[in-house]
């Protein structure tokens, strides 16, 4: 394998750890999975489909439907992805054929459908060859993957519209009912956890001892390997035995998909001797584990123009071997959990004069978005579909309203005593008309607005509701009260509640990154107190946006 194993910088600690390697998921569901050393497993959902009434466009006989499903992309393009099975002379087709697609959390999946009716001429045609714009079309509808995998029983019915157009105008009619129903695909939330050992490694350095490591691949259908995981390296052991291992089953295809395990000497040069490997599926190493009897390692050896493998007296065990179904975001949503969506937005002076073109604040005649817009916008806009009654307490900090003192937390709808606004749409109002009915001001103090969502989080906490609060605060700067604001994090680390920072203009926010515990450093408050866990999440918008 040479340097296909070789670690960052020639060090052995770079080739440690049990990290799958895949992409990356949300908060909740990648916290758990990363104390088990698996990292970004993707929950991916099957959709079904079925239509009731669909209009009959056959003479002689009954509509032939077939669904198509697409993409929208976020700069407008339309994608197509999938076609289901044309089903004969139905007015209310169940599809057989399902289409399975990767959820993210964190982006808004726009699917469009449309049901078209294939004309008789083109039935023994298979469906990927079929010219749509020769089929005449039943109706259409769209939606977003979150209304679907959020609705209690993940079925989503829509109205199908089948859009006319006219000289004086373009007007839709209802032809029908769609309905989509998701599935969360089993095998995505299926783990083996493996802890491995050898016996007798034979040593691979002339003047010195073996510093073993194993790197565990899946087997594709061109014959390639594709790592998947490797243990940490054990210096000057010949009988090593490492921490447990993830697999993810998605991950390495099937329990019955050949893996290569191999067991490599680490040199600091990032070439690895290979000691000797096995070739086993996880259903092999379970029994492994069960018969209690180690598998000998093998290395091939080329004997004449044959290639042959040579049978070693080093052993691979499997001392411990277990499988466990994770609960996905998913799962959590399904048992009754709702998302609840905060906001709090920062009015203090450095953000410039709202009515001047070079405010952070200042609002385009035109209607294009300032950073603070886009930001409430692009973040409202994925967690609005997981918050039932889409009522948002929005808040601002550092500024002075029309005869007050200068306040580190009024609610951005004017009102005394009720800070809720309706919708995306509402947080955009309040924002604008708060721009007119305040002064900016200062400084820029955080812990105000963390301990008011702190006590909503605390008080839904003490009903036993089944909710988890996200708080989105948009800034222009760093923050003055940077004490205060750790010992209001510690206090609420404990609480069902995240907290999103986006830093929106030019500034340099690195002081701000001391409140993001990314690099493993959790916050300690001013008595000494460490945060049960990190909360915090803080990106740069020009750095994100889009």
Not at 139 to 162: F, H
Not at 363 to 383: F, T, W
Not at 469 to 485: M, P, R, S
Request: charged share 20%; with cysteine; net charge negative.
């Amino acid at each position: 394998m040479g340097n296909c194993c070789s670690d960052v910088g020639g060090r052995m600690a770079a080739v440690g750890g049990t990290a799958a390697i895949t992409g990356n998921q949300s908060d909740a569901v990648d916290m758990y999975l990363k104390s088990r050393g698996i990292h970004g497993i993707l929950s991916q959902i099957e959709l079904s489909f079925s239509a009731t009434n669909l209009r009959d466009r056959d003479v002689f006989s009954k509509s032939d439907p077939m669904l198509v499903v697409y993409i929208k992309e976020r700069d407008g393009a339309v994608i197509e992805v999938f076609r289901t099975e044309v089903v004969l002379n139905s007015l209310n087709p169940t599809w057989i054929k399902k289409y399975t697609i990767a959820y993210h959390f964190e982006v808004v999946q726009t699917l469009l459908f449309h049901v078209f009716d294939v004309d008789t001429q083109f039935l023994n045609i298979e469906v990927k060859m079929l010219k749509l714009e020769e089929q005449q079309s039943l109706g259409e509808a769209s939606c977003a993957l979150s209304e679907i995998v959020t609705k209690p029983n993940r079925s989503l019915t829509l109205d199908l519209v089948r859009r006319v157009e006219s000289v004086s105008s373009t007007h839709s009619q209802h032809h029908g009912k769609l309905t989509v129903h998701a599935e969360e695909c089993f095998s995505s939330r299926t783990t083996a956890e493996m802890m491995l050992s050898c016996l007798d490694l034979e040593s691979k350095d002339l003047f010195s001892n073996c510093d073993p490591f194993l790197v565990i691949s899946k087997l594709v259908e061109s014959g390639i390997s594709i790592p998947v995981c490797k243990t940490e390296v054990l210096k000057n052991d010949h009988n090593p035995t490492w921490k447990p291992v993830f697999l993810n089953i998605q991950q390495v295809g099937s329990k019955d998909s050949p893996l290569v395990i191999e067991c490599f000497n680490f040199n600091s040069n990032g070439k690895h001797d290979l000691i000797g490997k096995v070739q086993k599926s996880l259903a092999d190493l379970e029994k492994i584990h069960s018969g209690r009897e180690g598998e000998n390692l093998f290395l091939p050896t080329l004997v004449g123009h044959d290639c042959e493998n040579k049978i070693l007296k080093s052993k691979l065990f499997v001392e411990n071997f277990s499988e466990t179904i994770q609960h996905t975001f998913l799962d959590y949503l399904a048992g009754g959990v709702e998302l609840n969506f905060m906001v709090a937005i920062d009015f203090t002076a450095s953000n410039g004069n709202p009515r001047l073109p070079d405010s952070l604040h200042y609002i385009d005649p035109s209607g294009r978005q300032n950073a603070y817009q886009k930001a409430i916008y692009e973040v409202g806009e994925v967690l609005q579909f997981y918050d039932t009654d889409k009522c948002f307490p929005a808040w601002g900090f550092g500024a002075r309203p029309i005869d007050g003192p200068v306040s580190h937390c009024f609610n951005l709808n004017g009102s005394n005593n009720y800070c809720k606004v309706e919708g995306i749409r509402g947080i955009m109002m309040a924002y604008t008309s708060a721009l007119f009915n305040v002064s900016l001001a200062g400084p820029t103090l955080f812990g105000h607005v963390v301990n008011k969502a702190a006590l909503i989080a605390s008080q839904s906490l003490a009903d036993e509701a089944q909710k988890y609060f996200v708080l989105l605060i948009i800034t222009d700067g760093v923050v003055t009260d940077l004490q205060e604001t750790k010992d209001a994090l510690v206090k609420a680390s404990d609480l069902p509640l995240s907290i999103l920072i986006v830093g929106v203009g030019g500034a340099d926010f690195k002081e701000m990154e001391i409140l993001d515990a990314d690099k493993g450093e959790r916050l300690e408050s001013s008595t000494g107190r460490v945060a049960s866990r990190d909360i915090v999440q803080f990106v740069p918008f020009r750095d994100v946006q889009g």
